[in-house]
């Protein structure tokens, strides 16, 4: 299995950041989808869930602010970050069926 978020960058505060997790080796339709994020010096926390038929949740943290989406045609999953925040900075995971994919580095100037 092997999932690859992609997308993270630099952005002042305010900003947007659309990030893309690539799954392959893996029957990606029926399976819910996370993501999560680790922040410099603290805990890895959730973030998102989509589930296979595209309903989702949201920590309070990013509810309003954050959507995630997925294309089961091309395995992949979005998580679109609209009005960033300091505090969103880390790095950004995908969780599938008990497999973390690689993270992407998101970093929020204030």
């Known amino acids: 299995v092997q999932l690859q978020a992609s997308g993270g960058g630099l952005v002042q505060a305010g900003g947007s950041l659309t990030l893309s997790c690539a799954a392959s080796?893996?029957?990606?339709?029926?399976?819910?989808l996370r993501w999560h994020r680790q922040g410099p010096g603290k805990e890895r926390e959730w973030v998102a869930d989509i589930s296979s038929g595209g309903d989702t949740t949201y920590a309070e943290s990013v509810e309003g602010r954050f959507t995630a989406s997925r294309d089961n045609r091309q395995s992949t999953a979005f998580l679109q970050m609209t009005n960033l925040k300091p505090e969103d900075t880390g790095v950004y995971y995908c969780?599938?069926?008990?497999?973390w994919g690689k993270g992407t580095q998101v970093t929020v100037s204030s």
């Open positions: 969780w599938m069926a008990g497999f």
């Open positions: 080796k893996i029957i990606f339709t029926p399976k819910t």
